[in-house]
Structure formats: C-alpha cells, structure tokens
C-alpha cells in the first residue's frame, strides 16, 4: 500500500474547493483523474517534475471511490488528513458538530494502537 500517494490524494483534494466538489460528486471518476493526471506530480516542487512509479492499490481506489474513510483509517491513511477532507464534502448534511460525531461513530470500532500512520 502507498499511504503516501493516499494521503497526497487527501491533502491535495482538501485543499481544492472545485476538486472537493468533484470528488463529492463524482468519487470513482475523481480518483481515477487524479491516479493518471495528479498522482505522478513532486509536491512543492518546480512544474514539469514529476514520479512515474505511484499508482493506488484496488484497496485503496475502491475505498477511495466508496468515500470509506473507516476503510482508509485502516489501511493507514492519516485521521487528520481523512476527517478534514470528509468534514468539506459531508459536513453540509449534517448539524453542527453531526459529521464530526458520524465520524467518531464509524471509527469506534478501532481500539490501540492504531493502524500507522507513518508515511
């Protein structure tokens, strides 16, 4: 698994309001777009670099695409990084504070330690 290409997907998206939309919109399609035209770029680095070696697993494309982000905690995928991001795309159709209570709902299950996290 690349958790460092899962949670550049994370961060990268969460920082996007349009791709935030699209992802919410059009998950599948978004992290497939993302995979083949985003994925191979060098964060903080000058245009034209980029890696040709990252791709996704199927574990993490589907999770990806179903919007599992109990999924992603347990592939490793950074709880900073998912909660941001899924507060953007599902906060609106809650009351204030109900996503962020969803969340910890989904993820009770998970006991210590938790999956790593480390990149």
Same mark, same amino acid.
């Given at each position: 698994m690349? !958790? *460092?290409?899962?949670?550049k997907?994370?961060?990268?998206? =969460?920082r =996007?309001?349009?791709?935030?939309e699209r *992802?919410?919109?059009?998950?599948? +399609?978004?992290v497939a /777009? /993302?995979?083949?035209e985003?994925?191979s770029?060098v964060?903080?680095?000058v245009?034209?670099e980029?890696s040709? /070696?990252?791709?996704?697993?199927?574990e993490?494309r589907a %999770?990806l $695409? %179903? #919007?599992? *982000?109990?999924?992603?905690?347990a592939? +490793?995928a #950074?709880?900073f990084?998912? @909660?941001t991001?899924?507060i953007?795309?599902?906060?609106r159709d #809650?009351e204030?504070?109900g996503?962020? !209570?969803?969340? $910890?709902r989904? @993820?009770?299950g998970f006991s210590?330690? *938790?999956p790593d996290i %480390?990149?």
């Amino acid at each position: 698994m690349s !958790k *460092y290409l899962v949670n550049k997907f994370l961060f990268t998206v =969460d920082r =996007d309001p349009e791709l935030v939309e699209r *992802y919410r919109e059009d998950p599948a +399609g978004t992290v497939a /777009w /993302w995979e083949a035209e985003r994925a191979s770029l060098v964060l903080n680095c000058v245009s034209g670099e980029a890696s040709t /070696w990252q791709a996704f697993t199927e574990e993490e494309r589907a %999770a990806l $695409a %179903a #919007h599992d *982000y109990p999924a992603l905690f347990a592939l +490793g995928a #950074h709880p900073f990084l998912t @909660l941001t991001l899924f507060i953007a795309l599902f906060e609106r159709d #809650h009351e204030p504070l109900g996503f962020q !209570k969803e969340y $910890a709902r989904r @993820l009770a299950g998970f006991s210590l330690p *938790y999956p790593d996290i %480390a990149t």
